[in-house]
């Protein structure tokens, strides 16, 4: 009777463990899940975001199309001798915006996308997670047999035999389970921390590219507008205000002044198209096209060509609209 007392709560202590080991597998299953559906909505957040300033950027970059056309307009005005440095800006300008579209282009491939289709990476790992409960359920149940068994025929060793394998059998298929679904989340985790690293370090790297030549153009920009020499273009406006009364050796000086301010703006011409050059090929070496179109030329601004639609699915030329799958 004593040893009966004794098997019996054995067995009950080994339910109770294999309970109490059930809870805390319970416990990080809900962890798990819990890690992997709150990436799912950070990287869902994330996507609207990254969608609205893909929005913005493409309306400032309109914008700026549209700026760079009106002061190159302002520029076929000028005298000889400033209207040579302020083409040399304008396209300084213009050459801004395309590095910016060039931005916008990478945003939405290297970043909007991916970020888009994560939510199939997550719905990946949940899965990964489903079969261990069910399979620490059969194990609990199985040992529940066994200890009946024991309890009500200890001296039927066949169907205590047959119980007891049916447990191990439960038991091997739970704890396989639950390995293969540890090495699932350790695989996931790993995942998700290069796959976060590359999508955020990919827009960081976009955003130092093209801050680092908008730099280097607006530099360049303003150093035409400071090469403007201030008396050839106060004796060029001299000679234009009294052209009509002017003698003829004055026009001729008037025509000299001008081919020599031409002569500078020709030398300024060629510094910025060595510039604007480099830039075609930084545009090209990262694998984007090189979209220097000249700006000047288009109609109000605006970039109506198709390679101005970023990627497959991205912002339009008007910088209004966003697929509307990244917002969904």
């Given at each position: 009777m004593a040893c009966f007392i004794l098997l019996l709560n054995t067995s009950t202590?080994?339910?109770?463990?294999?309970?109490?080991?059930?809870?805390?597998?319970?416990?990080q299953t809900e962890m798990s899940r819990e890690r992997i559906l709150s990436v799912e909505k950070a990287f869902a957040t994330a996507t609207q975001d990254m969608a609205g300033v893909?929005?913005?950027?493409?309306?400032?970059?309109?914008?700026?199309d549209v700026l760079v056309e009106n002061f190159a307009k302002y520029a076929d005005t000028e005298l000889p001798s400033m209207r040579e440095n302020l083409q040399a800006v304008c396209e300084c300008l213009a050459a801004v915006e395309d590095h910016r579209q060039a931005h916008v282009s990478r945003v939405e491939t290297q970043v909007i996308?991916?970020?888009?289709?994560?939510?199939?990476?997550?719905?990946l790992a949940k899965?990964?997670?489903?079969?261990?409960?069910?399979?620490?359920?059969?194990?609990i149940s199985k040992q529940k047999v066994y200890d009946k068994v024991r309890r009500d025929h200890p001296n039927d060793t066949r169907k205590i035999?047959?119980?007891?394998?049916?447990?191990?059998?439960?038991?091997?298929?739970?704890?396989?389970?639950?390995?293969?679904?540890?090495?699932?989340?350790?695989?996931y985790e790993l995942q998700k921390l290069k796959d976060a690293k590359s999508i955020?370090?990919?827009?960081?790297?976009?955003?130092?590219?093209?801050h680092a030549k908008s730099l280097?153009?607006?530099?360049?920009?303003?150093?035409?507008?400071?090469?403007?020499?201030?008396?050839?273009?106060?004796?060029?406006?001299?000679?234009?205000?009294?052209?009509?009364?002017?003698?003829p050796g004055l026009s001729q000086l008037g025509v000299s002044l001008a081919d020599g301010a031409a002569g500078a703006g020709v030398a300024t011409q060629q510094s910025t198209t060595s510039a604007i050059s480099r830039s075609r090929e930084d545009l090209a070496a990262s694998g984007r096209p090189a979209q220097l179109t000249r700006v000047l030329s288009h109609e109000g601004g605006r970039r109506h060509s198709e390679a101005d639609t970023v990627g497959q699915n991205g912002v339009e030329d008007d910088g209004s609209d966003v697929d509307e799958d990244y917002l969904e």
């Open positions: 202590q080994k339910t109770q463990k294999l309970q109490a080991d059930t809870v805390c597998l319970d416990q893909v929005r913005q950027i493409a309306k400032l970059r309109n914008a700026g996308h991916p970020l888009t289709h994560y939510e199939k990476t997550c719905k899965d990964g997670l489903k079969d261990r409960k069910p399979a620490r359920e059969k194990e035999g047959r119980a007891l394998e049916e447990m191990q059998t439960a038991r091997a298929e739970a704890a396989q389970v639950s390995k293969k679904a540890e090495e699932h989340m350790r695989v955020f370090g990919d827009y960081l790297m976009s955003c130092m590219t093209f280097e153009l607006c530099s360049l920009a303003f150093q035409n507008l400071n090469g403007v020499d201030k008396e050839t273009y106060l004796e060029e406006f001299r000679l234009a205000f009294h052209r009509r009364t002017a003698k």
